[in-house]
């Protein structure tokens, strides 16, 4: 039998008191300069690269795809009869950059057709660019991705239109019902595969948000500016917004860096707002993190007078008074080997310098490169000759070309779309009777047990077989 612990309990003056450790002096220096919300959205995540990466993914995207079609047109032209070598016209990235951008500012043209706002515009815009990052044009031609992302985009934008009224509009003013049915069945086809290129990302930062806060800041400045001198500018602001989204401007920059480009970039007089823009926002920014510094430093300093409090008394109750200046005397050292330790804090000349994060010469050189971006879209057009008959001249020609290249598999009437279609009407064909045997797919479970196929209970039809599957998804490799 084991003897029990018969010795009292130790004294509560005895007990070493535990000094808690609080962190005064972090390794790294807190961030500075402003803070946006945008930073954290799925489009800033995974929408964003380097122009250098841009041209990677597309170069890359182009030469896969030359290389998987030239395959499948081999496959189409083996019944011929003719020994000459393939020789099939493909688009370059410049080529499907130019009827990218046609087709850009034919989704302009419909939305204002139709009524809708410009929130549905620029983010029809958005949603096409993504989908030819990850697709060629030579799998999809843009006409019909183009009606696919304008009417994504009244539903992502809250600007809903039934798909028989949207259709419809599409159909002119005398609308035939073979052609609403053509509109509805391309826009149906490829709903979901857009969808999937997109990630099932539908939220879009546009800069147009940003410009409007800034034309308010405008106002709020201190003279403000002459109200004809501001209708002026906006409207020149907001033509250069609209070039800005037929390049690749919200792939590289942020928002709001658009927004303050097509501003600073409308006239003389908003270069001269956007200076006084910058110079006031700067000035907020420098005193904001004078003041945020200057806390932090009080809280240091508190809080390490609140430790040595802390160790001071812990010391006097094991070791009374003695203790209790050894301590002290321990803190003084502590003390000094803090003191040698550098604070975590940005110089004050750093600060003052880049207040908003860049300094003044770096902020004005990024609103420089997006000007040039979207004044080389004003004066090269589409394909980059000029605007004119020569810009649609050499859209023809393109799109003349990608009519000979297309994937046949896609294309009516060619020989792999009618195989393609007869393995898919077979394979319907057998789905519904395997489902008409009360059998699955794979012909049964072990045991004896069957699934239905398509049902959920007893006489319900599941809307399961509804769903499309892209199987025809040309997604290229993400960087």
């Known amino acids: 039998m084991s003897q029990v612990d018969r010795s009292p309990p130790p004294s509560p003056s005895a007990s070493r008191m535990r000094v808690p450790q609080i962190p005064s002096n972090p390794t790294t220096p807190p961030d500075y300069g402003p803070s946006l919300a945008y930073a954290q959205s799925s489009q800033a995540r995974n ?16 030469k896969a795809a030359r290389e998987r079609l030239i395959k499948i047109w081999s496959e189409e032209k083996s019944g011929e009869s003719s020994g000459s ?12 950059l130019a009827l990218l951008t046609f087709y850009l500012v034919k989704i302009g043209q419909i939305v204002r057709a139709f009524g809708l706002p410009e929130l549905v515009e620029a983010t029809a815009m958005t949603f096409m660019k993504r989908f030819y990052l990850r697709n060629t044009c030579m799998d999809f031609h843009p006409k019909s991705i183009m009606l696919t992302c304008v009417f994504l985009a009244t539903k992502a934008e809250n600007y809903p239109l039934s798909l028989t009224g ?18 509805e069945k391309t826009v149906l086809d490829l709903e979901f595969l ?18 409007y806060g800034l034309i308010l800041d405008a106002q709020a400045l201190q003279p403000p500016p002459a109200r004809e ?23 590289i920059y942020t928002p709001s860096q658009i927004a303050l480009a097509c501003l600073r970039a409308a006239d003389v007089n908003g270069r001269l707002i956007v200076g006084r823009w910058l110079d006031e926002k700067e000035t907020l920014a420098r005193s904001a993190m004078r003041e945020a510094k200057a806390e932090r430093e009080a809280l ?3 809080e390490r007078q609140r430790q040595k409090r802390v160790r001071v008394e812990a010391a006097r109750k094991v070791r009374g008074r003695a203790g209790a200046k050894a301590a002290e005397e321990e803190e003084k050292k502590q003390q000094e080997a803090q003191q040698a330790l550098k604070v975590a804090e940005f110089e004050d000349q750093v600060t003052d310098a880049a207040p908003l994060g860049s300094t003044r010469k770096e902020i004005e050189s990024t609103l420089d490169e997006i000007e040039a971006l979207f004044r080389a879209r004003e004066k090269g057009g589409s394909t980059g000759v000029g605007k004119g008959a020569a810009d649609l001249e050499k859209v023809k020609e393109i799109d003349k070309r990608l009519k000979e290249c297309m994937n046949p598999e896609k294309v009516p009437g060619t020989r792999l779309y009618l195989k393609r279609q007869a393995d898919e ?14 059998k699955s797919e794979d012909g049964g479970m072990e045991g004896g047990d069957t699934v239905s196929v398509g049902r959920t209970g007893e006489g319900e039809e599941s809307d399961d077989d509804q769903v499309p599957v892209s199987k025809d998804l040309a997604v290229k490799a993400e960087h």
């Not at 380097?50 to 041209?55: C, E, I, P, R, Y």
């Not at 949207?166 to 509109?183: D, H, V, Y």
């Not at 077979?426 to 045997?437: L, Q, V, Y």
């Open 300 to 302: 240091r300093e508190e």
């Open 47 to 62: 929408w964003r690269f380097s122009a250098k990466q841009l041209k990677r993914m597309r170069d890359e995207g182009n």
């Open 85 to 96: 070598e393939l020789s099939i016209p493909f688009l370059s990235v410049s080529d499907e």
């Open 425 to 438: 009407e077979a394979a319907a064909a057998n789905k519904r009777a395997k489902r008409s045997s009360g």
């Open 229 to 251: 001198v501001l209708q002026t500018m906006v409207a020149a602001s907001h033509s250069n917004l609209n070039n800005s989204r037929l390049t690749d401007a919200e792939f």
């Open 166 to 183: 949207f259709a419809t509009k599409l159909a002119g003013k005398n609308p035939q019902p073979e052609t609403i049915r053509e509109n």
């Open 194 to 211: 857009v969808s999937q290129s997109l990630g099932f990302q539908y939220g879009v930062h546009g800069a147009h948000r940003s410009l």
